[in-house]
């Protein structure tokens, strides 16, 4: 190997390695190869049914994924009772190559089909759920990989903002990129990941993932960054006035089984 291609090799694996540690310092990332995000919704066609999907995802999809290089895969539910109760799940793909291919990998993976021939083999009268919906993401070039939070109790808020045209999401990410993501750091605000919606429905809109250990940390530090100067001086900016139509949140919690 060439000594600039393995200098280049290195840092991109410190870089990597470096997004899983801590999420308290922003750095302006090097790694320009920026992963993809499948973000599934799944409808239980009842709430006993949580355990069945759960255990699937632990024993069986998530294993598989990790195989294909689909690290740190995280399982969520709704904080409170949804009804009808639904499952998150986050999968982060190394490239979109390994996203377009994954089915078909699978598919090819012995130990996975072994591994769900019980789960695929339930019968139609006793269904897990009723239908799931995908939407994919590409993560921004200011964290163009997932942060792995550190073990222990915590909550996740993920927000999604609707744009009114294209342009109007293009100009929210840029200013993520270019100040606003260096602030959720400095105010705590801290980041899982972020991405651009490129496939799914009601687009256009971008959609990112924050960690707390509770609502009152939570609750502190949205009010801090509001409040603070830098963001009152960004928002003031005619360049991203009008970029958000629209803000949902939904407060998750992880499962067990989740590697987030």
């Known amino acids: 190997m060439r000594r600039r291609d ?68 995280g399982v969520f539910q709704e904080i409170g009772n949804s009804e009808p109760p639904i499952i998150y799940i986050l999968i982060p793909y190394p490239s979109n190559r390994i996203f377009l291919q994954s089915g078909q990998l699978l598919q090819e993976d012995e130990l996975y089909r072994s591994a769900g021939l019980e789960f695929h083999s339930i019968p139609v009268n006793n269904k897990v759920f009723s239908r799931y919906e995908t939407r994919l993401f590409r993560a921004f070039d200011g964290l163009p990989k997932m942060i792995t939070p550190e073990a222990g109790p915590r909550i996740f808020e993920l927000r999604t903002y609707e744009g009114y ?21 400095k105010t705590g605000l801290h980041p899982v990941f972020f991405g651009e919606a490129i496939a799914g429905k009601d687009l ?34 005619t360049e991203f006035a009008d970029t958000v139509s629209k803000i949902h949140r939904t407060f998750l919690e992880p499962l067990d089984v989740s590697q987030v």
């Open 6 to 73: 393995f200098i280049h090799s290195a840092a991109v694996g410190m870089v990597a390695s470096s997004t899983q540690l801590t999420s308290k310092v922003w750095k302006k990332p090097e790694d320009t190869d920026k992963e993809f995000y499948e973000f599934r919704t799944y409808e239980l066609t009842s709430g006993g049914q949580k355990n069945v999907l759960s255990a699937y995802f632990g024993d069986v999809l998530i294993p598989a994924l990790n195989r294909l290089g689909c690290d740190h895969v």
């Open 165 to 185: 045209s294209d342009d109007a999401v293009r100009r929210k990410i840029k200013m993520f990129n270019e100040g606003e993501l260096e602030l959720f750091f």
């Open 204 to 237: 256009p809109y971008l959609t990112y993932m924050l960690t707390f250990e509770d609502m009152i940390e939570r609750d502190a530090n949205w009010k801090a960054f509001i409040d603070h100067p830098e963001w009152k001086r960004m928002a003031g900016m």
